[in-house]
Structure formats: structure tokens, C-alpha cells
């Protein structure tokens, strides 16, 4: 029987040469699951994760498998990084993916419900009061219904019995005046075209006031913001610079695997261990990531572990049935003091840690 199974097809060809090397590797050096997780730090339950392929490794333990290897890390950490952009591009493409099902399931639904019916012709004046614009991508395909747009009016619908040069139009020797407007007849006030002349050029002033007065406002409103602000502001506070692979900090880290973030192997430590049992206990903290979690070794199918920091608590880390070691999420903590470990054993049995 061999001792890898085979690696997922779905595997990006990067990711998946990254993980046969990594299989290679442990091949050389005779070590069994077990035996690398104590060396290195990381869990057995992590490193079939990434000699499977079902979780890319991080760095912080490609280091470690090098020193334990007797490996270049400086090769091994090269191909590291081409595999974590495959894997960062193929978790990308998954997103994008369950984007789409989601909207398409979304319009469905939508859909079933149909859209808006558009009301008929027939105001006061007879005109349509709305109408359809076709083009416009909308829930399950239903197109939104816009209202009538105003229409600019047309230089000819104003202009009187010959040629008419719109206002501030400019010709050949430059900005053309505009025309004098025929005298009224005698016994009038102007026939139609006079008095379409007058609105639109009223028209025209009245919209440049508004404009003018709407700068006004705007940019008074801005000095007065800007004086308020005074000539300098506090510069902000840049988040802490974390180390290469560490992924998460305080409360970002909550509920997140440990080695998944980079905070396990060199970042942590176990400062509490108790024996329960053949069980052993331990609370894992790193200072790095300002998290703990639990973790149970030694334990056999049925185990569970749980971490508890006072009025937070982790999900508990079930060992499964070819395991024998479990870890929990992490939580934010303070210091490791702030939280102790728990382990409920399959008999019944139940200790922590102190």
C-alpha cells in the first residue's frame, strides 16, 4: 500500500509540484507524521493537511522542514511563493465563481415574482408617464423603468423666418453677436417666435445664476472646512507591521486556524500542560499574533479539547478517527495566563490546565 494518496486533480499544477516536493522531502529524511510534527512544531493533523494538498503550508513551516531536512530554505521557500500565488489565484476563482451562482440564484428568485408593469399612456395631458429602457442588465432580467427625459429645446424651434446663430457661437472673425429680433408689428406684443426668443434666453440666465450660486455656496462651505481643519492634521496610525506569513492579529485571529495564519511553529509557545490521562493538555500562545488556543496530544478517536479565556471560548478540536492530536481555533488573549485548556475524554474523563 503507498504511503501517499494520491493528490487532488482540482489542484493547481503549481501547488500540486509544491506538495509532491514537500512528499519527496520527508521520503529523504525517514520521518515518519509523527516524528516531523514534534521536530517541527506544527501538528501531525497539519502536516497531512499539506502533504495531501487539502491546505497549502505556511511559511513559518517550510522553514521548519528544512531544518529538519537539512534542506536549502532559501529553495524551498522559492517554490513556496510561486505556490501560494497558484493558491491565492485558485481561492480567487472559487469566490468569483460562488459570486456568480449567488446573483444567478438571486435573479431567479427575484424573477419569480416578475417585474414591474410599466402604466399605461393617459396623464392630463395624454402623454406616457413612463417608459422602458431596453439595454439595462436588472434583477432576472427585468428592465427598470425610467421617466421621461426633459428634452433640450432646438435652436430652430426659437429661431424667427431666416438663418438664426445660437448665443456665444463663434464664426470665422470670431464670436458672433446675436441677431436683433424683428420689430414688433405695430398694434402687438410679438408674434410666437419673439416669444420663444425671450423665454429661452431667460431660460439661459436663469440656469447661470444657479450655477453661480451654487459655487458660491459649495465653495464657501469648503474654506470654511478647511479653516476649521487647520493647516495640518494628525497623521494616521499605520497597523503593526506583522512577519512574513503571519496573517492575522488580536482580534482577527479569533476563531481562525493557528498554523493556517502563521502563528503557530517558532510564533508560539506552550506555557500551561497538564496530564490527563495519557493525554497531554497544553494551552498554545503567540505573542506575534496576541492568540492562544488548545491543543490535545497522545489522544485517541472521540477526544475533544476546548479553549476558555474567561468569557470567550473556542470551538471545540474533535480527534478523529486515524488522529491522535486536536487543536482549536484561536482566540484573542491578552497573555497566555488569560486562558487555560481543557480535554474531555472519550471515557468521561475531564481535566485542564492550571
Known amino acids: 500500500?503507498?504511503?501517499?494518496?494520491?493528490?487532488?486533480?482540482?489542484?493547481?499544477?503549481?501547488?500540486?509540484?509544491?506538495?509532491?516536493?514537500?512528499?519527496r522531502l520527508v521520503?529523504?529524511?525517514?520521518?515518519?507524521?509523527?516524528?516531523?510534527?514534534?521536530?517541527?512544531?506544527?501538528?501531525?493533523?497539519?502536516?497531512?493537511?499539506?502533504?495531501?494538498?487539502?491546505?497549502?503550508?505556511?511559511?513559518?513551516?517550510?522553514?521548519?522542514?528544512?531544518?529538519?531536512?537539512?534542506?536549502?530554505?532559501?529553495?524551498?521557500?522559492?517554490?513556496?511563493?510561486l505556490a501560494e500565488r497558484a493558491w491565492s489565484r485558485s481561492e480567487a476563482r472559487h469566490d468569483m465563481t460562488m459570486e456568480a451562482i449567488r446573483i444567478s440564484q438571486a435573479r431567479a428568485a427575484l424573477g419569480e415574482f416578475g417585474g414591474p408593469t410599466a402604466p399605461s399612456g393617459g396623464g392630463r395631458n395624454g402623454s406616457a408617464t413612463a417608459s422602458r429602457t431596453t439595454g439595462i442588465a436588472g434583477p432576472a432580467g427585468v428592465s427598470p423603468t425610467v421617466p421621461p427625459q426633459a428634452q433640450a429645446p432646438s435652436v430652430d424651434q426659437f429661431a424667427p423666418v431666416g438663418q438664426f446663430t445660437p448665443v456665444g457661437q463663434f464664426g470665422p472673425a470670431g464670436p458672433v453677436a446675436p441677431p436683433t429680433p424683428p420689430a414688433s408689428p405695430p398694434g402687438g406684443s410679438g408674434g410666437p417666435g419673439r416669444r420663444r426668443l425671450t423665454m429661452f434666453l431667460a431660460g439661459v440666465v436663469g440656469a447661470a445664476l444657479v450655477v453661480l450660486v451654487a459655487y458660491v455656496l459649495t465653495s464657501g462651505g469648503d474654506s470654511d472646512k478647511n479653516d476649521?481643519?487647520?493647516?495640518?492634521?494628525?497623521?494616521?496610525?499605520?497597523?503593526?507591521?506583522?512577519?512574513?506569513?503571519?496573517?492575522?492579529?488580536?482580534?482577527?485571529?479569533?476563531?481562525?486556524?493557528?498554523?493556517?495564519?502563521?502563528?503557530?511553529?517558532?510564533?508560539?509557545?506552550?506555557?500551561?500542560?497538564?496530564?490527563?490521562?495519557?493525554?497531554?493538555?497544553?494551552?498554545?500562545?503567540?505573542?506575534?499574533?496576541?492568540?492562544?488556543?488548545?491543543?490535545?496530544?497522545?489522544?485517541?478517536?472521540?477526544?475533544?479539547?476546548?479553549?476558555?479565556?474567561?468569557?470567550?471560548?473556542?470551538?471545540?478540536?474533535?480527534?478523529?478517527?486515524?488522529?491522535?492530536?486536536?487543536?482549536t481555533p484561536m482566540v484573542e488573549v491578552g497573555s497566555a495566563s488569560a486562558a487555560k485548556a481543557c480535554v474531555t475524554l472519550a471515557s468521561g474523563e475531564k481535566g485542564c490546565t492550571e
Not at 501517499?4 to 509540484?17: F, G, H, I, R, Y
Not at 506569513?245 to 488580536?250: K, L, M, R, T
Not at 511553529?265 to 499574533?289: H, I, M
Open 1 to 23: 500500500m503507498p504511503r501517499w494518496k494520491a493528490l487532488p486533480d482540482e489542484l493547481d499544477p503549481q501547488v500540486k509540484e509544491f506538495a509532491s516536493q514537500l512528499r
Open 27 to 81: 521520503d529523504r529524511s525517514g520521518l515518519g507524521i509523527a516524528a516531523l510534527a514534534d521536530r517541527t512544531g506544527y501538528s501531525k493533523t497539519s502536516w497531512e493537511r499539506y502533504l495531501n494538498g487539502r491546505l497549502l503550508a505556511p511559511k513559518g513551516a517550510i522553514v521548519a522542514l528544512a531544518e529538519v531536512t537539512g534542506t536549502n530554505p532559501v529553495h524551498l521557500t522559492t517554490m513556496w511563493e
Open 228 to 327: 476649521k481643519a487647520g493647516p495640518s492634521s494628525t497623521p494616521s496610525t499605520s497597523a503593526p507591521q506583522l512577519p512574513a506569513g503571519v496573517q492575522c492579529v488580536g482580534d482577527g485571529c479569533t476563531g481562525k486556524d493557528p498554523e493556517a495564519m502563521g502563528c503557530g511553529g517558532d510564533l508560539a509557545d506552550s506555557p500551561t500542560r497538564s496530564v490527563v490521562g495519557a493525554v497531554t493538555v497544553e494551552v498554545r500562545y503567540s505573542k506575534t499574533c496576541k492568540a492562544a488556543w488548545a491543543r490535545i496530544q497522545g489522544a485517541a478517536p472521540g477526544d475533544s479539547v476546548q479553549l476558555d479565556a474567561g468569557a470567550k471560548a473556542s470551538k471545540k478540536g474533535l480527534v478523529g478517527d486515524a488522529d491522535t492530536d486536536a487543536y
